[in-house]
């Protein structure tokens, strides 16, 4: 038996106020009333940043060589497909995940009372123990400045 650790990271303006407005999705739950984040799928920073040490654990490269965002097929992508997907191509290539640890990186909205859905969701498609943290960059850089939210995810797979 083998394992390995993927680490991920994504991160997302929000959506400028002179386009449309989006809905906030943060590892495929919809936090009404919050704007959404820029982005040529939907932006879901988290399910994004879990695709990426999924795939990197896997060692199957990054999200942007399987999803490109210079393909137009991608626009608006539910990112918890495209997660799902990472997850059966890792399957196909004998690993499974053990668990993953995500960390939020964000001012504003409060992520507590959207944690256990999030958690949920994530674990529905992962198929293992999930951990979504939230923290703030405490006022310092864009982050702190809410012009964004970013996301590190960390994956320990096993061998089939």
């Not at 939020?104 to 529905?124: F, N």
């Not at 400045?145 to 797979?157: K, T």
Request: glycine share 12%; proline share 7%; net charge negative.
């Amino acid at each position: 038996m083998a394992i390995r650790v993927g680490l991920g990271f994504d991160v997302h303006p929000f959506t400028p106020e002179t386009e449309a407005p989006r809905p906030l999705i943060l590892a495929g739950v919809t936090l009404p009333g919050e704007p959404g984040l820029a982005g040529h799928s939907d932006a879901d920073v988290v399910a994004h940043a879990v695709a990426d040490a999924v795939l990197g654990a896997a060692g199957l490269g990054d999200l942007g060589l399987h999803f490109p965002d210079s393909d137009p097929a991608w626009r608006g992508a539910d990112s918890i497909r495209l997660l799902a997907e990472t997850i059966r191509r890792a399957a196909a290539d004998g690993w499974h995940v053990v668990n993953i640890d995500c960390t939020v990186i964000l001012e504003a909205p409060r992520l507590a009372p959207h944690r256990a859905a999030m958690q949920d969701r994530l674990r529905s498609v992962v198929g293992g123990p999930v951990s979504v943290k939230a923290k703030r960059a405490e006022g310092l850089g864009a982050l702190g400045r809410r012009e964004g939210i970013a996301c590190y995810a960390v994956v320990l797979l096993e061998s089939s």
